[in-house]
């Protein structure tokens, strides 16, 4: 039998109102030491809810939860000690420096004399690449420079649960590899919990992954488990002419499990999912070939990716 304490973060039942309306409902959530993992979910659907349940922010209405078998509830401030947060908008005094906010934020878990600090500020500043950039005023940081200050804020302690909230959201391409290959670095080291919409970065990163949608959790699951448990092929197709009735009846084939058609400028392009490869491959192309008033202009097969996964799964058109 599998104890709570063999996971980061452990949640029975766990809810919570506002005003009568559930923000969360029963949720369940099990996290393993030292992974990576991946918090997913739609505006609205209930995951700065539970990140502010497990920093004891706010209470449950009922159910528990506990992070390595502390209570979040009674146990609040000895979980504090034990996990590092970066909020998805971390300010600073633009005045001072990357070490003198690090040092500051040290202050909290360490005695000020001790000698440790200091050699944990290199660490932590080497950890997120800006050991170059230490002295320097944070106002000239870049967005990607400033999310790798704020991990390294939230590591100073040396956690062995670091929360982060959304820490590549307004990030350039640049600023978002920025901040990948810090969490990278750190697997391994310490369990990563992170909510983010930004479903290509969990691919790259992530050990697991929860999908909450409606305050629910209707997905938790290892990634690649997530990916193969559907056994279903993506076919991306682009086409010209009237294609509601062809949508129809593809539809309604048993080998598909969903269409998502989009039209602009004249062309309509499905994302097609099929349950059965072999029922596709003979006879997807030959039906849209039959209508005389379609001209197919690009045709491709791929892999089903968490993308493809997640809208299912939240939209509830398909099954997992």
Request: glycine share 8%; aromatic share 6%; charged share 25%.
């Amino acid at each position: 039998m599998t104890d709570k304490n063999d996971f980061a973060i452990s949640t029975q039942n766990l809810t919570k109102t506002y005003r009568g309306v559930e923000a969360l409902r029963s949720l369940d959530l099990k996290v393993p030491r030292n992974s990576i993992f991946g918090f997913l979910g739609p505006n609205g659907a209930g995951k700065s809810t539970t990140i502010k349940l497990l920093l004891g922010l706010i209470k449950p209405a009922s159910g528990t939860g506990s992070i390595f078998g502390l209570d979040i509830v009674n146990d609040s401030s000895a979980i504090r000690r034990r996990i590092g947060y970066l909020p998805q908008n971390p300010k600073y005094y633009c005045y001072m420096t990357a070490r003198e906010i690090l040092r500051f934020t040290a202050g909290f878990f360490y005695n000020r004399k001790d000698s440790i600090i200091d050699s944990r500020i290199d660490e932590v500043l080497m950890l997120a690449g800006l050991n170059d950039k230490a002295d320097r005023s944070v106002k000239g940081f870049s967005g990607g420079e400033l999310q790798r200050l704020g991990i390294a804020q939230a590591q100073v302690n040396s956690p062995d649960l670091l929360i982060l909230d959304e820490p590549a959201a307004s990030l350039d391409p640049m600023g978002r590899r920025d901040v990948l290959d810090v969490m990278r670095a750190l697997k391994g080291k310490t369990t990563i919990f992170y909510s983010t919409h930004i479903l290509d970065d969990v691919e790259r990163v992530s050990d697991n992954v929860g999908i909450l949608n409606r305050g629910e959790l209707v997905a938790l699951a290892p990634v690649e488990e997530l990916l193969t448990a559907s056994h279903s092929v993506i076919y991306d197709i682009v086409m010209q002419g009237e294609s509601e009735s062809l949508e129809s009846r593809v539809s309604a084939q048993p080998w598909v499990s969903c269409v998502r058609a989009v039209t602009n400028g004249g062309c309509t392009r499905w994302s097609l999912t099929a349950t059965d490869e072999i029922s596709a491959e003979r006879n997807l192309l030959r039906m849209i070939l039959g209508e005389d008033n379609i001209v197919v202009k690009e045709f491709t097969r791929r892999r089903d990716e968490l993308e493809d996964v997640f809208m299912r799964v939240v939209e509830g058109e398909c099954n997992v």
